[in-house]
């Protein structure tokens, strides 16, 4: 199958790609991505030169490439994702995640074939008790949740209209390799590396339920080849954890691993003004999955936060290039274009 990963640049993406091509020798993938600033071809180095791997610069919400494109399926993950810039500036969010989406649901019913919508666990917005369910109400709180929760009516009321091969999967908070880092973990991380204080919202004390990224691609591949159409599936670690509670556990490892001061880490902790809108709470139940289709997450928190400090402390250039703006280049030296292209 030639499979469309759209957003296969950003962090969950490259992951993806990296593990599908692996597991399923028998597909092709064509990587279409806008190169956002979150999107850095440097997480592929290791695969781009794959026969079974073809990238595509471009937009999703480009109609006329995305109509110019073979494939057989699309397994979307391209995104506007993080939170904070949603409260800043709201409009490539709706873009993206909304127009763009949808351009693609029109792409796949052009072609009847399946399309598989990465969601995410905020469209349930915040929950005092219990968990969320696939049947939990929709109720967003921030812009980047409420363009999520647009994106999945879209992909349901496609279905449902059109009877189209549709799936939408919602997980929770990922963590890993080549995640972009102003997210939290690969935040502290980063910032303690270089000394710089570590700003933590509000009390510190919102839960996030955490789950490893190659456990989430697991369970996207398993939805992707074994659901049937108009399924939705939960994806979550069930593993709730306390902001504080993690950033005090990764400043732990950095200073076991690296033999900085302990106190001296645990003194950049600093708290500051909370995020407009701050969800409190995340918990998601993953249980339909797990009985449906068999996955189960494999990696146990204290391993895979232990792992990914040893990724970005080996890997500090990849991160490095990042923040300085370096990781830009890659594009025009790998593939010949400039980003405004
Ligand atoms: P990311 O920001 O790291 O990557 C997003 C990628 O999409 C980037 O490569 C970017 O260049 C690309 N992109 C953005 N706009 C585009 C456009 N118009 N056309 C083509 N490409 C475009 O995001 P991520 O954390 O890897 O998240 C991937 C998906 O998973 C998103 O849909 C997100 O909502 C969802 N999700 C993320 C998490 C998480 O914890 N990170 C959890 C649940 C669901
Ligand atoms: O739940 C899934 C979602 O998880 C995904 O849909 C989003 O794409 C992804 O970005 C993530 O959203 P969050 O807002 O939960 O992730 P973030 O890493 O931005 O923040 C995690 C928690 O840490 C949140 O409660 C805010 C807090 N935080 C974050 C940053 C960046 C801080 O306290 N300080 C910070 O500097």
New binding site residues.
């Given amino acids: 199958m030639k499979i469309l990963v759209t957003g296969g640049a950003g962090f969950i993406g490259s992951n993806f790609i990296r593990y599908l091509l692996a597991a399923h020798p028998e597909h092709t993938v064509v990587n279409i991505d806008k190169l956002t600033y979150a999107g850095n071809l440097e997480n592929l180095r290791d695969i781009e030169h794959l026969p079974s791997y073809t990238f595509v610069k471009g937009d999703i919400c480009d109609k006329k490439l995305i109509e110019s494109l073979e494939f057989d399926a699309i397994i979307h993950f391209a995104?506007e994702?993080?939170?904070?810039r949603s409260i800043l500036d709201s409009f490539p969010f709706l873009q993206t995640n909304i127009i763009g989406t949808q351009n693609l649901l029109e792409a796949a019913r052009k072609r009847d074939c399946r399309m598989l919508h990465v969601s995410?666990?905020?469209v349930y917005g915040s929950i005092g008790h219990g968990l969320f369910t696939e049947r939990s109400p929709i109720v967003p709180n921030?812009p980047?949740?409420a363009s999520?929760a647009s994106s999945d009516l879209l992909v349901r009321a496609y279905h449902e209209t059109y009877g189209m091969d549709l799936l939408i999967t919602r997980?929770?908070?990922?963590y890993g390799p080549y995640q972009f880092p102003?997210?939290?973990?690969p935040?502290?991380i980063s910032h303690a590396l270089r000394g710089k204080t570590?700003?933590?919202?509000?009390d510190?004390q919102?839960v996030?339920?955490w789950i490893h990224v190659l456990d989430h691609n697991r369970a996207v591949d398993i939805a992707f080849h074994r659901a049937k159409g108009g399924d939705i599936y939960n994806i979550g670690g069930r593993n709730e954890q306390k902001?504080i509670d993690i950033?005090r556990a990764l400043l732990g490892i950095i200073a076991e691993r690296t033999g900085r001061d302990r106190e001296g880490l645990f003194g950049l902790i600093t708290f500051?003004k909370d995020?407009p809108g701050?969800?409190r709470r995340?918990a998601i139940d993953p249980s339909a999955l797990e009985a449906a289709l068999g996955w189960r997450p494999e990696i146990p928190f204290d391993q895979g936060l232990a792992d990914t400090v040893a990724w970005y402390i080996e890997n500090r250039r990849w991160w490095e290039r990042v923040i300085s703006g370096e990781y830009l280049e890659y594009y025009q030296l790998q593939y010949g274009g400039r980003l405004e292209e």
């Fill in positions: 995104a994702s993080h939170v904070d995410t666990d905020e921030s980047y949740a999520k997980c929770s908070n990922n102003e997210k939290l973990i935040l502290v570590i700003p933590v919202y509000g510190g919102n996030r339920d902001n950033i500051v995020r701050h969800d995340y």
